[in-house]
């Protein structure tokens, strides 16, 4: 694809998707890589008014005070303004319990959201292109995920813009070529411990090794998806407002005659509950309840309960007693909470934070009786690290965890022993020594996905 080619190809998809303009900055998130350096030589050469924004995690070392130099030269080339930011990442996952790769995004974003009320820009660019709208395809079609995840990234999520849609990685490393641009490489792009990389570097290259010409026409598919998702959004909407019906104080009616008259009536239950913070496993559960009078669901903040004619959705303050069975000999996701993966070989302090993800030894497995469950008053664990017990009420204060997340903490009990508080702690038991070889991954699925 010839220069020319490829920058009329990202205007037209600007000019559909993106709806930005001439009239206002665009801040524009460049890292450095091909993606980026890319995405920002496109956007200045179609005479978009940039704004340069680097973020520099400190994760790499030298290897990210090489990305800030490379991006200040490249800024200084281009006569563009500079923005650089730098994080101290682990201070905030350790305030916040959330894991590397979500506390870069929420400090990143909320970054941008600042630059972007300093500049009065339109809309922040970042650089996502078509194969990673593939792999997230691909990722989400392995989580079970609705129609809307299955359109995978989208052009436009509020001011958030991704002009890059369209082109692909190997067409961007041609036009970086032929522009007589570099870009630097992060280093941990080409490792395969952690999932989207190993679609990255596993499983697509094998795919198009088996299908070759099947590119183009996944690439339509994502397309017609995108499409598909913006009628099915506007479908459901207008559905929604034939079956909910407000009570006032928070309260919401959801009543059965117009949902049992739809052909699709489960899939519509669930397009509803999701607002309410219930997911797929427990929309399951309540579709099994209709009209079983005096049943009651809870997620971290409402309380669903089943009346004879409707179900009613309340600002709820209970927990969930249920529990679900977990068999660590599945591949599986339970619940669309957790994932796990059984690991051959030793075991390697990356491939885990201690919140996000857990790894225990292959003694596990030997365990009769596994449960995911809300957490429940007089539960104790024993952190790891730690000497002794904690009730994870006190735990939970440490934490400066609010009401709401405490009702909505999730706990792993294996035989009586609470061995991980989903996103916050793992504890001490089923410890894997030095010498092991194999063991379980865990991951906790966020129910923001």
């Not at 091909?34 to 790499?60: G, I, K, P, Q, W």
């Not at 630097?184 to 395969?192: E, G, L, M, P, R």
């Amino acid at each position: 694809m010839e220069m020319v080619e490829f920058e009329e190809k990202v205007s037209l998809f600007i000019d559909k998707e993106c709806k930005i303009g001439h009239f206002a900055p665009i801040i524009a998130a460049v890292s450095g890589g091909a993606d980026s350096v890319a995405m920002l030589t496109v956007l200045h050469n179609l005479r978009y008014e940039c704004v340069v924004a680097h973020c520099n995690f400190h994760l790499r070392g030298a290897e990210s005070n090489r990305d800030e130099q490379f991006v200040r030269q490249l800024a200084a080339e281009l006569n563009l303004p500079l923005e650089v930011e730098h994080f101290d990442v682990k201070s905030y996952m350790a305030q916040h319990k959330v894991s590397t790769e979500m506390a870069c995004r929420e400090l990143r974003y909320a970054w941008f959201e600042t630059l972007k009320q300093r500049y009065s820009a339109q809309a922040v660019a970042v650089a996502h292109h078509s194969d990673d709208a593939i792999e997230t395809f691909f990722l989400n079609a392995a989580r079970g995920s609705g129609v809307q995840g299955l359109a995978a990234i989208k052009p436009r999520n509020g001011d958030v813009v991704r002009p890059m849609l369209d082109v692909g990685r190997y067409d961007i490393e041609e036009y970086l070529k032929k522009c007589g641009r570099t870009f630097v490489t992060d280093s941990t792009n080409q490792t395969i411990d952690f999932k989207r990389n190993k679609v990255r570097n596993v499983l697509v290259p094998m795919f198009w090794t088996v299908l070759p010409e099947s590119q183009t026409g996944l690439l339509r598919t994502l397309r017609d998806m995108r499409s598909s998702a913006r009628l099915y959004a506007e479908f459901v909407d207008a559905k929604k407002r034939e079956i909910c019906q407000s009570r006032g104080g928070g309260v919401v009616e959801v009543r059965y005659e117009p949902l049992l008259a739809m052909r699709e009536a489960e899939t519509m239950l669930f397009e509803i509950l999701k607002d309410y913070g219930f997911n797929s496993w427990q929309v399951a559960e309540v579709w099994n309840a209709l009209c079983h009078s005096g049943k009651r669901f809870y997620s971290s903040l409402y309380e669903l309960s089943v009346e004879r004619e409707c179900l009613i959705i309340s600002p709820g303050e209970a927990v969930s007693d249920a529990e679900i069975e977990v068999n660590f000999y599945d591949h599986t996701t339970y619940a669309g909470i957790i994932e796990l993966e059984r690991r051959s070989g030793r075991f390697t302090p990356g491939d885990v934070d201690g919140a996000m993800s857990i790894a225990l030894s292959n003694d596990v497995l030997q365990a009769k009786d596994v449960v995911l469950r809300r957490w429940r008053k007089g539960d104790r664990m024993r952190p790891f690290g730690m000497k002794g017990s904690k009730l994870l009420s006190d735990l939970f204060v440490d934490m400066k965890m609010g009401e709401s997340e405490k009702r909505s903490a999730w706990v792993l009990e294996v035989d009586g022993t609470i061995v991980w508080v989903l996103g916050r702690r793992a504890a001490d038991a089923y410890r894997i020594a030095k010498n092991d070889e194999g063991y379980v991954l865990l991951y906790y699925v966020e129910q923001s996905e």
